[in-house]
């Protein structure tokens, strides 16, 4: 779920001037995927990505208290108070995006504070390159040895999303995917392009953690109710 200006967004290619809202109300849409069965919710605030501190954790806080929700909060976070703040305003973890590429020794000493199990690196790249503030800004970190990295420092979970597929529907990278997948230790978190649960299956497939799936759900390609069943068989399947 992607805010900006405390309604619910997608994007394509991360680009600013292409916002669709979609719900003025991210409670509501947050209670609509719980009555589906879904789990875990992936919660971006935009505006905190773009201006370097967080901005809608109100929003946050209202998720945490009215759902049952797994949440994982990230955008703008900056600094060790921003992170407290999201852990106590209800994400059971955060992700570190901008951050982690632009000042990783703050980042390390928050995995040794908090515990690397709190935190999910984002790894969110353009043609292999990770891209910070909230996509804007370019670097010259190849998403391999970012990712090992970090693992190194003990950290478990990546989301990867590959830009240029971002909101697009037009499928996984699942050529990029497979190849974190095979020189990493890490478990990934696939988000960009997913479009159907066929995609889903194609990620499993190679050995992916979890997927991000949010304008899909939007525009109708998944509906709620389906990827709880779906979600449901998986971790059946799983026990």
């Not at 515990?115 to 984002?122: A, Q, R, S, Y």
């Not at 525009?219 to 709880?228: A, N, Q, T």
Request: proline letters at 3%; aromatic letters at 6%.
């Amino acid at each position: 779920m992607d805010i900006i200006g405390g309604r619910c967004v997608r994007l394509c290619r991360g680009e600013f001037s292409t916002r669709r809202e979609y719900s003025a109300s991210p409670l509501d849409m947050a209670k609509e995927f719980e009555r589906a069965g879904i789990k875990y919710l992936h919660l971006v605030d935009l505006d905190g990505a773009r201006t370097g501190k967080p901005v809608n954790m109100d929003i946050l806080s209202l998720i945490a208290d009215r759902t049952a929700l797994v949440i994982d909060y990230g955008g703008g976070l900056r600094n060790r108070e921003d992170v407290r703040m999201a852990l106590s305003n209800g994400a059971t973890q955060v992700t570190a995006g901008s951050i982690a590429a632009t000042d990783p020794g703050s980042v390390i000493s928050w995995l040794r504070e908090y515990g690397p199990e709190k935190f999910i690196l984002g790894a969110d790249t353009r043609e292999r390159l990770i891209s910070t503030s909230g996509w804007i800004q370019g670097t010259n970190l190849d998403v391999i040895p970012f990712i090992n990295g970090y693992a190194r420092e003990g950290l478990t979970e990546v989301t990867c999303t590959d830009i240029g597929r971002d909101g697009m529907l037009a499928g996984p990278a699942i050529d990029l995917y497979r190849e974190i997948i095979d020189l990493t230790a890490v478990r990934l978190i696939a988000s960009g392009g997913i479009r159907s649960l066929e995609d889903l299956d194609d990620l499993s497939g190679i050995g992916c953690y979890g997927a991000i799936i949010g304008k899909a759900i939007y525009e109708g390609k998944i509906k709620p109710e389906e990827l709880g069943h779906y979600a449901e068989k998986k971790n059946n399947t799983l026990s």
